[in-house]
């Protein structure tokens, strides 16, 4: 029979020096992108759907460790949990999206429309002004609940694992109806085309398989070699995996970009004010209206990061298919993921910093 482990862990080498990890690999995988630009333009173009496959194969191994460890006894127990999913679905879809609007249109609009000029040309001949397109890829993140990477932001934040994976499920079903008709809405045209085979795909690839996998072989290794075994010694040498394989994403990310935050610093930089200052603000929000209502901290602090985080795969397989890949749409979800890594990790700090008063 399984038992709850409460004991404090000690950070393991990889957690301790994070931030140091990511910064490193963040360096080297723009190095490697301007170093061998055509391997990253490469591996860039293996995908389906807009799915990058070494991705994939990457977050896979971030998705696995973190799924085998959650006893599913907590996932039902979170389900039954109306406040903190009711406050997820609030911030993603009744607030978010209107806070990006308005943050990305102040600041590219307005604060550093001197600094962005020029126009772009539409599929449809038209042009527009080129603020205006960054806008929209910000609009594109902003409607993009994240269902993939969050799961290892609720984990390092030591928040409850069951109820991330459930908010995980409802923000993949919800945004299969939703994120269509919000984007055409704020982004004031007739017709949205969403990319159903990229959400599908992404959805059963980075949490689908890990999590079937990592169920079945979780009650696999218990009845063969027992609760203590598994906590104790297959948990032990999994914990690095994890860490691991979100390190090697960065890579790949960082490469795969690498020329492009070398040619467009200045753009790059005012493009990621709004987009930091927008995450920052949705989880002080979440994390204050957790707190107003009484949640426990496993269960704030998931929600809080849920709230913050963004689905860049389907933004910017979005801004694709509507702008074209070379479009500033397109460019400003590029940027969002760019920023999520160092962004997110700051905000699991300031979690664990806060734990004691939740």
């Known amino acids: 029979m399984e038992r709850v482990v409460h004991e404090e862990r000690q950070l393991s080498f990889f957690e301790k020096y994070l931030t140091a990890w990511v910064i490193a690999c963040i360096g080297l995988g723009i190095l490697l992108g301007k170093l061998f630009p055509q391997a990253a333009v490469t591996l860039d173009s293996i995908s389906i ?12 191994f971030m998705m696995y460790p973190i799924m085998v460890k959650i006893d599913f006894a907590e996932v039902i127990k979170a389900g039954k949990s109306p406040k903190p999913v009711l406050l997820t679905l609030f911030i993603n879809w009744g607030v978010k999206p209107f806070t990006m609007l308005a943050i990305a249109t102040f600041f590219l609009g307005f604060v550093f429309k001197g600094w962005l000029p020029g126009v772009e040309i539409l599929k449809d001949g038209s042009t527009v ?35 991330t994976l459930v908010m995980v499920a409802i923000n993949s079903l919800t945004m299969l109806f939703f994120y269509a008709p919000l984007g055409g809405w704020l982004l ?82 005012l493009i990621a004010i709004p987009l930091f200052i927008q ?52 460019l400003a979800t590029v940027v969002g993921v760019l920023i999520e890594v160092p962004v997110m990790l700051m905000l699991v700090k300031i979690c664990l910093a806060t734990r004691e008063k939740l």
Not at 142 to 153: E, F, K, S
Request: aromatic share 14%; net charge positive.
């Open 49 to 60: 759907y807009q799915v990058s496959i070494p991705i994939a194969i990457a977050l896979f």
């Open 188 to 269: 004031g045209i007739n017709q949205m085309p969403i990319p159903w085979q990229t959400i599908v795909l992404s959805v059963l690839i980075y949490v689908g398989l890990p999590l079937l996998l990592g169920y079945y072989s979780r009650k696999f290794i218990i009845k063969q070699k027992g609760f203590k075994w598994f906590e104790e010694t297959f948990v032990h040498y999994l914990t690095p995996v994890s860490i691991s394989a979100l390190l090697f994403t960065l890579v790949l990310l960082f490469s795969f970009k690498g020329q492009l935050i070398i040619d467009q610093p200045q753009t790059i930089l």
């Open 279 to 330: 995450t920052c603000f949705i989880f002080g929000l979440t994390y204050l209206l957790a707190r107003r209502l009484k949640l426990p901290y496993r269960d704030a602090a998931p929600s809080a990061l849920i709230g913050a985080s963004n689905h860049f795969e389907v933004a910017i397989a979005t801004s694709a298919i509507l702008f074209g890949l070379s479009s500033g749409a397109s």
């Open 129 to 163: 002004d080129l603020f205006r397109s960054y806008i929209s890829g910000c609009i594109l993140l902003g409607i993009a609940p994240c269902t993939a990477m969050v799961l290892i932001w609720g984990h390092l934040a030591k928040g409850n694992d069951g109820h």
